[in-house]
């Protein structure tokens, strides 16, 4: 949610969590999914 008040794109945002996908392994994808939801529900995704 900050990121996006911070004036983040969906583009950047995207790519954060391929990053925390990629260095967390599961944990990382548990998260992500949370932020894609998120961004979904605002419609953002």
Do not use: F, P, Q, Y
């Not at 949610?1 to 599961?26: H, P, Y």
């Not at 990382?28 to 605002?42: M, N, P, W, Y």
């Amino acid at each position: 949610m900050r990121a996006l008040e911070a004036g983040a794109t969906k583009d950047e945002i995207l790519e954060t969590i391929s990053v925390n996908v990629a260095m967390s392994g599961t944990t990382g994808i548990a998260e992500s999914l949370r932020v894609l939801k998120l961004l979904d529900e605002l419609g953002k995704l």
